[in-house]
């Protein structure tokens, strides 16, 4: 049996990666420390004779006696309040804890795959964004604690790659939603959900106009296993393309909710990024992988979830 280490499990993501990887038949090693991840995420699979759960913090030294074959690294803070909030702890995580699990990557002669972001696109330039676009980010702004953090860990990824030969994986994760996603993370899916369902006006940045891309999360899970067991090194772009401007995606939710909700405009956060949307030839080309669940879909099961847990 393989076995998995999983940083960052009791996060969104994270939770749904252990649960994805079990199902398959593989030993799953959770590492969180619970600063924006929910013991709440793996209650379910606590008692799996598949799954341990480790509360340790990547940043710190990591000592793991289990032989394991892959090391996922998707421990950081990812929403804008979040990162915003604890930037230091944000970088380190992308430095320091990418740099520790790569080491162990090494000793263990595992596989290592890195979960990178379309923010390492940073306001961009470029409509749709392929993976050779190199960015237009600003490194003393105020998501620059985030951006740069996962920009450095992906050159120290391909460092350890050219020099040391590990075998590496870089996804570029853009804008996905689904069940688990905490209530106030900040981002524009649970947000909106929460402020309609409780018809309180829905807050939209700038005039509406610019433009993100929504996956349904177990699309994404899908992309990264098929990249995780690819023989891909280079990065990967794993979102949904179809795009839609956000002040069409609150009528939209408003729409879906039956809300009484209005919505009010705020002023557009500094570098806020204009247009978001992945280019995902080679995920389709080189995975044979795109986005089956459509918006209406994956939002109905969001928001009911939503509905049932949170409220």
């Given amino acids: 049996m393989k076995k998995v280490l999983v940083t960052g499990g009791a996060g969104f993501l994270g939770s749904y990666l252990c649960d994805y990887l079990i199902d398959r038949g593989f030993f799953v090693i959770c590492m969180d420390n619970l600063l924006t991840g929910k013991k709440e995420n793996i209650n379910h699979i606590l008692k799996n004779k598949n799954f341990k759960f480790l509360e340790h913090d990547v940043t710190k030294h990591i000592d793991i006696e289990d032989e394991v074959g892959y090391i996922l690294h998707f421990a950081s803070p990812a929403s804008p309040i979040d990162y915003q909030e604890i930037p230091i702890q944000t970088l380190k ?17 595992a596989k290592f795959m890195l979960a990178s972001t379309s923010e390492v696109y940073g306001d961009p330039l470029v409509n749709p964004q392929p993976e050779s676009y190199w960015g237009n980010v600003n490194p003393v702004g105020p998501r620059g604690c985030y951006d740069e953090a996962k920009r450095y860990a992906e050159a120290l990824t391909t460092a350890y790659h050219n020099i040391h030969k590990i075998d590496t994986k ?7 939603y689904g069940p688990r ?14 402020q309609s369902l409780k018809n309180k006006p829905l807050t939209v940045f700038g005039d ?7 996956c349904y999360v177990s699309d994404l899970i899908e992309g990264i296993y098929r990249l ?9 772009n794993l979102g949904n393309p179809h795009e839609m401007s956000v002040g069409d995606f609150a009528k939209k ?15 557009l956060p500094k570098d806020d990024p204009h247009v978001r949307r992945p280019d995902i ?7 044979g992988w795109e986005p089956k669940v459509s918006l209406d879909d994956g939002l109905r099961m969001t928001i009911e979830w939503f509905k049932k847990v949170v409220l």
Avoid: C, E
């Avoid at 939710?253 to 002023?267: E, L, M, P």
């Fill in 93 to 109: 995580a992308g430095a320091l804890g990418t740099h520790n699990l790569l080491g162990l990557a090494l000793a263990k002669k």
């Fill in 281 to 287: 030839t080679q995920a389709k080309r080189l995975l």
């Fill in 208 to 214: 509406g106009r610019q433009t993100r891309s929504f």
């Fill in 228 to 236: 995780m067991v690819s023989d891909i090194n280079h990065p990967i």
């Fill in 181 to 194: 996603m905490r209530a106030d993370d900040g981002r524009v899916v649970p947000t909106f959900i929460m």
């Fill in 170 to 176: 870089i996804v570029r994760i853009f804008n996905t």
């Fill in 253 to 267: 939710i408003i729409k879906t909710t039956k809300s009484k909700s209005k919505i009010v405009f705020r002023n």
